[in-house]
């Protein structure tokens, strides 16, 4: 199949023409999404502030506990951010198709190296339309599927492995994640990763709510009510 | 007869008495209950002295420095009773051909039954001509007295790590013991130098033992590199609390509050430092003021500087931590955002005119 021919099949889906409207994200994984933007907000203001905390407080030691608390809700949210993703695996198997986009990339579908052109290509305003995509669209798929799946592996690694830490040898947290430390070189250098990774959701998150609005007001397809109510509705 | 320990204790005017005082003395150390004292009294009358051959490469001396401190004088006399009757390099009292002999003699003598300790490491580069011992390259030297030792023990960040002559750009090929020794089980004892104490206990669990201490993955023993200094750090409930020192010698620098934001490495720093602590247990870096510097962690001079606690990461060119990077990949991301929706409304605006014009949609 060549890339004409899979822009015409993908230009003439039925399932996508005009004022149609698709049931796409099941219940779990809108839940999930909303949660997980919650937990990703929290860890990243909370780790950045571990890893640069804010003035020093006055007063006798054991009257504050600023630090505790911050840890503590990073924590907290690190652990319903990793508990989320593990139900969130779940849903992929049982749930619909779309639910198991985030975790397999396409790679030897023509069709779909064709949809990553494209959108680049609108992103760059050299096409006049995007295709339209019941799912993610390709590009966006990509992306998800690093700074999302593949981040998030990465920092529930380097996160537990960073807590067997406190939580000490033989702990569960040990046992499962602490291989990650020496692998990674040391401590300080997987506080580094865990550091960059944070990162790397920042800026991707910045970019994913731009996408979102801009898709919203652009494309010929809903975007972030769809995300709510679960239904994508196309346009022209 | 086959002369164990306590014949040589006697020998060297230890008495009984000084001798159960160590027993129990070293069960505590050890983190042993006491009904321990009696094994260990036992073992070191029973059992036949197991031989310590120390071997020095590339190092500075510092480990044998400390291990020669070490707090109690009866530990002291006792671990260095048992220990210099052998070869030690810069404890022995035999030099030249007649220190030789004796190493192979003990090596023909005990094969397959005496303890090598290493302190130092070899350079590989050159093959290994950047440390010579005896008119032979040291790697020689310690793969052969290896090959028919019963277990290594790796002093010091040098054989543990690498510690300073490894750091980059390693000019002379510095390489951790472990790399070199194969099938020996291999116990290391970084920091720069190790507690003299936690030396002396290792040494004498071994001897007394006759087994290897319980290693963590890095094979570390658990009893002394279990913990982190920030584990134990008097100066803790300062950081829970969020009290740092901000700046050297400010208000909070005398108020002895926590040393996180001067750089301290206690947080990701395996060591006894803050339990045991220095000098016959006076004090340790941070209880002076200083933070930890991470000294006995893998390639802890290259892990950037001792004064940041977000570091440099060396991979992102020379002054770059994950916050100039993530930050900048951030700001980038953002800036490219602004300049896209303006380019986009743009676009929209020109459409919809386009649209009012042709009377589309
Ligand atoms: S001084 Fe260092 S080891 Fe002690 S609590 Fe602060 S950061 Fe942790
Ligand atoms: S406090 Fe840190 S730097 Fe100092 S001796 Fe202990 S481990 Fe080494």
Same mark, same amino acid.
């Given at each position: 199949m060549n890339l004409n021919t899979a822009a015409a099949e993908l230009e003439n889906d039925p399932e996508t023409a005009a004022g149609k409207t698709v049931y796409v994200y099941e219940g779990p994984v809108r839940l999930w999404h909303w949660i997980n933007a919650l937990c990703i907000v929290v860890l990243s203001v909370t780790g950045y502030l571990i890893g640069s905390p804010l003035p020093s407080v006055s007063g006798e030691a054991s009257a504050n506990f600023l630090m505790g608390y911050i840890r503590f809700a990073h924590f907290a949210a690190a652990y319903i951010f990793a508990i989320g993703f593990m139900v969130r695996i779940y849903w992929a198997i049982v749930g619909n198709h779309h639910a198991r986009q985030l975790f397999m990339?396409?790679?030897?579908?023509p069709k779909w190296w064709a949809g990553i052109v494209r959108e680049i290509r609108w992103y760059l305003f050299l096409e006049k339309q995007p295709y339209k995509y019941v799912g993610h669209n390709p590009l966006a798929h990509l992306f998800m599927f690093l700074f999302v799946t593949v981040a998030a592996v990465l920092m529930i690694f380097t996160g537990f492995a960073l807590y067997s830490e406190g939580a000490g040898l033989g702990s569960w947290q040990d046992r499962l994640f602490g291989w990650v430390i020496p692998m990674l070189g040391g401590s300080q250098a997987t506080h580094s990763w865990h550091h960059l990774g944070m990162w790397g959701i920042v800026t991707f998150v910045i970019l994913h709510v731009y996408a979102a609005v801009r898709e919203d007001i652009m494309s010929r397809q809903t975007m972030i009510s769809t995300m709510i109510s679960g239904q994508r509705t196309f346009r022209e | 007869m086959t002369e164990t320990f306590y014949d040589v204790l006697r020998r060297q005017g230890i008495s009984r008495r000084s001798f159960l005082k160590f027993c129990s003395l070293t069960a505590t150390s050890l983190g042993?209950?006491?009904?321990y004292a009696a094994e260990i009294a036992k073992a070191m009358e029973t059992k036949p002295r197991t031989p310590v051959i120390w071997l020095e490469g590339l190092e500075c001396t510092c480990c044998s420095e400390s291990f020669i401190r070490s707090a109690h004088p009866l530990t002291k006399d006792v671990v260095l009773s048992m220990m210099s009757l052998?070869?030690?390099?810069?404890?022995?009292a035999a030099a030249g051909h007649q220190a030789e002999k004796q190493l192979e003699e003990i090596k023909k003598k005990y094969k397959g039954n005496y303890i090598l300790a290493v302190e130092g490491n070899p350079p590989?580069?050159?093959?290994?001509?950047f440390c010579i011992e005896g008119g032979r390259p040291f790697v020689e030297i310690l793969k052969e007295t290896a090959a028919d030792a019963k277990a290594v023990i790796a002093w010091g960040a040098c054989a543990s790590y690498g510690c300073v002559q490894a750091a980059k750009p390693n000019p002379t090929r510095a390489t951790p013991i472990d790399k070199v020794i194969s099938g020996k089980p291999i116990v290391k004892v970084p !920091? &720069?130098?190790?507690i003299a104490e936690v030396m002396t206990g290792v040494v004498t669990y071994m001897l007394t033992f006759d087994r290897i201490p319980e290693l963590d993955r890095q094979g570390r023993?658990?009893?002394?590199?279990?913990?982190?200094?920030h584990d134990k750090c008097y100066r803790r409930p300062h950081f829970d609390a969020g009290q740092?020192?901000?700046?050297?010698?400010d208000e909070n620098a005398r108020k002895g509050y926590c040393l996180y934001k001067m750089g301290c490495k206690g947080p990701t720093t395996y060591n006894a430092c803050s339990t045991v602590r220095w000098n016959d247990g006076v004090s340790f870096p941070i209880q002076s003021g200083h933070g930890c510097i !991470? &000294?006995?962690?893998?390639g802890f001079w290259d892990k950037?500087?001792?004064?940041?606690?977000?570091?440099?990461?060396k991979q992102f060119g020379v002054e770059s931590n994950a916050d100039k990077v993530g930050g900048t990949a951030a700001a980038v991301a953002g800036a490219a955002v602004a300049v896209h929706a303006a380019a986009s409304a743009l676009k929209k605006a020109k459409k919809s005119d386009n649209d009012k014009v042709t009377g589309g949609n």
């Open positions: 990339l396409p790679i030897t579908d | 042993l209950d006491s009904s052998d070869y030690h390099v810069t404890l022995m590989l580069n050159e093959d290994g001509m !920091g &720069c130098p190790p023993p658990k009893m002394f590199y279990g913990q982190r200094i740092f020192v901000e700046q050297w010698d !991470g &000294c006995s962690e893998e950037g500087s001792f004064y940041d606690r977000v570091t440099d990461i």
